[in-house]
């Protein structure tokens, strides 16, 4: 696996730390962005990244917060290592229950973080590489990697928006997501885009999927989901 060019994301509210860390990342080839807290990190598109090194102590929002909201609301997987002064068992075990990666106390040398950082992406590109790369529904097979609509062996050619709405209602079959949501996870939190937007592309969606269109189901009041 290469790991030079994998993009990692620094949150830290120590300028000179992120500094530090962001120099060195560099120099061993990686792509780094900085954010200085949580809320900062939030205007960023999480999901670009391969990982995220997230100091827990920061100000109106914990690096602990922004963890549980990447899981648990924002359905964001990317690999978490957190960096802390705090390193009770308490502390550890929070940081793991939370979806953490990895867990490296302050303070710490650039030499044992690096080597956190390639075991974290190797250990995570092993995991992606053994799910299935097939997303499939009845007759419908969606091709993660080649970005592909395949139903009924027919190719069913989608925009860009319309493979990615299809991928998340396949991935997550029966959870509802309002239109809120999927403007947020698709369209991102920088583009101004209104929510009958995504009920435009929803329609074309449902006509391209054919006989399966009926499964792309909306609850009134709640948003849009997959199912029988």
């Not at 993660?144 to 139903?151: A, D």
């Amino acid at each position: 696996m290469e790991l030079r060019g994998k993009r990692i994301l620094i949150v830290d509210d120590e300028e000179d730390l992120c500094e530090i860390l962001q120099y060195n990342l560099i120099n061993q080839g990686y792509q780094t962005e900085v954010a200085h807290s949580a809320e900062d990190a939030l205007k960023k598109e999480l999901e670009s990244f391969d990982l995220i090194l997230l100091d827990v102590m920061m100000g109106t929002m914990s690096g602990f917060k922004l963890a549980d909201k990447l899981r648990k609301e924002m359905n964001i997987d990317v690999p978490v290592i957190f960096l802390t002064a705090k390193d009770t068992e308490n502390d550890i075990l929070t940081g793991f229950s939370l979806g953490a990666d990895d867990y490296i106390s302050k303070p710490f040398s650039v030499n044992e973080l690096a080597a956190r950082i390639r075991a974290v992406l190797k250990r995570s590109y092993a995991d992606k590489v053994n799910k299935r790369s097939i997303l499939q529904f009845n007759g419908i097979d969606l091709d993660t990697v080649r970005k592909r609509l395949i139903i009924n062996d027919e190719r069913i050619e989608l925009t860009k928006k319309e493979y990615e709405i299809l991928k998340v209602l396949l991935e997550n079959q029966g959870q509802v997501f309002s239109r809120e949501d999927l403007l947020n996870r698709i369209w991102g939190h920088d583009i101004i885009v209104t929510e009958r937007t995504v009920d435009v592309n929803i329609t074309r969606l449902r006509t391209k999927l054919g006989p399966y269109g009926h499964s792309l189901r909306n609850k009134t009041g709640y948003g849009y989901f997959f199912e029988l």
